[in-house]
Nanobody, 124 residues
C-alpha cells in the first residue's frame, strides 16, 4: 500500500522560505509522477508542481514558477517543495500526491495516492 507523509509546514513571515518534504513508502513501481497541491480555506485544491521519476522535467503552475522548486530523490523515495519569497496568499494546506506512470497531469483526479497534508501559514 502506497503511503505519503508530508512534513516541513509551519508558520513563516512574508518573504520567508520553507521546504516541504514528502516521504513515500510502499511504491510498487519505479515509474511514477509526484506532485504538490494546496488548498486554502474556502478555495478548491490547486496544482502547484509535478515531476516524473527517473530525471523527468518538472512542471509548475504559472503563479509559482520562479518561487517554488520541486525536487525528488528516487533512491530515498522523497519529493520536496522548496518555497521562497512566500506571500500571505500562500497560506494553505499543502499535499503531495502520486500517480503511476511518468505522464504529468495537473488534474487532482488523476492522482491516486495522497498525503494527509501539512499546514503552511504565512503571516507577519
Amino acid at each position: 500500500q502506497v503511503q505519503l507523509v508530508e512534513s516541513g509546514g509551519g508558520p513563516v513571515q512574508p518573504g520567508g522560505s520553507l521546504r516541504l518534504s514528502c516521504k513515500i513508502s510502499g511504491r510498487t513501481s519505479s515509474s511514477d509522477t509526484m506532485a504538490w497541491f494546496r488548498q486554502a480555506p474556502g478555495k478548491e485544491r490547486e496544482f502547484l508542481a509535478a515531476k516524473p521519476s527517473s530525471g523527468g522535467f518538472a512542471y509548475y503552475a504559472d503563479f509559482v514558477s520562479g518561487r517554488f522548486t520541486i525536487s525528488r530523490d528516487d533512491a530515498e523515495n522523497t519529493v520536496d517543495l522548496q518555497m521562497n519569497r512566500l506571500k500571505v496568499e500562500d497560506t494553505a494546506v499543502y499535499y503531495c500526491a502520486s500517480r503511476d506512470g511518468r505522464s504529468v497531469t495537473r488534474e487532482q483526479g488523476d492522482y491516486v495516492y495522497w498525503g494527509q497534508g501539512t499546514q503552511v501559514t504565512v503571516s507577519s
